[in-house]
């Protein structure tokens, strides 16, 4: 298992601002996850980071927009850049070990209010 | 490309009462489905996968799901909630050759005395 932590739990934006979110995992892990859950949506997968190499994003979601980092095999951070409205939902992390089939581990999530 | 379909919203239910969250996936491949639990303000916590084999699988906190393909659902259930188990819950899939899980919306099982 994991325990993962991110910062912020929440916070509150104007639009055309920047914010960057930190996700940390009490354990090294291959894979981490960054989702996104608009409300009253589905979660949705942005993109895989893997660390040492460029994160891989999803159809709709664009590096310019989202960029990742992946520094260490415990460490992660993504940014939602030139904020809008459209952005305010709940940024979750999740954690796995590589195998398909393996349970992700989620982090307790960011929820960004952009105004 | 996977999809999930929650068909309820919110299940209220009373204490003590079995309940069943219903869950329907849509898939041209071979799946893996997942019940995720999100209590308030924590992050999401695996309750039960379905991989292969039988095809009703057992999870924590005395949750059960069966895998129905001819039906292509998975729907989770438990003979008897508590108070506790009031949470939100997710359905999930993923393809057997990738990472991503493809969530349904949610539903809200309320639990009350």
């Known amino acids: 298992s994991a325990v993962i932590s991110q910062k912020p739990s929440r916070d509150i934006c104007q639009r055309g601002t920047s914010l960057t979110i930190q996700c940390q995992v009490d354990?090294?892990?291959?894979?981490m996850f960054w989702y996104r859950q608009q409300p009253g949506q589905s979660l949705t997968l942005i993109a895989t980071?893997?660390?040492?190499?460029?994160?891989?994003?999803e159809s709709g979601f664009v590096i310019d927009k989202f960029p990742i980092s992946r520094p260490n095999l415990t460490f992660s951070t993504l940014t939602v850049s030139n904020m809008s409205p459209e952005d305010s939902s709940i940024y979750l992390c999740?954690?796995?070990?590589?195998?398909?089939?393996?349970?992700?581990?989620f982090g307790p999530g960011t929820r960004l209010t952009v105004l | 490309a996977q999809s999930v379909t929650q068909l309820d919203s919110q299940v209220p239910v009373f204490e003590e009462a079995p309940v069943e969250l219903r869950c329907n996936y849509s898939?041209?491949?071979?799946?893996?489905l997942f019940w995720y639990v999100q209590y308030p303000n924590q992050g999401l916590q695996l309750l039960l996968k379905?991989?292969?084999?039988?095809?009703l699988v057992k999870g924590i906190n005395g949750f059960e799901a069966e895998f129905n393909k001819s039906q292509t659902s998975f729907h989770l259930r438990k003979p008897s909630v508590h108070i506790s188990d009031t949470a939100e819950y997710f359905c999930?899939?993923?393809?057997?050759?990738?990472?991503?899980?493809?969530f349904g919306k949610g539903t809200s099982l309320l639990v009350t005395p």
């Open positions: 980071a893997n660390q040492g190499s460029e994160a891989t994003y």
């Open positions: 354990s090294q892990v291959t894979m």
């Open positions: 999930a899939v993923s393809g057997i050759s990738g990472y991503a899980l493809n």
């Open positions: 999740s954690v796995g070990w590589g195998g398909v089939s393996d349970e992700q581990f």
């Open positions: 898939s041209s491949v071979s799946v893996y």
């Open positions: 379905y991989l292969s084999g039988s095809t």
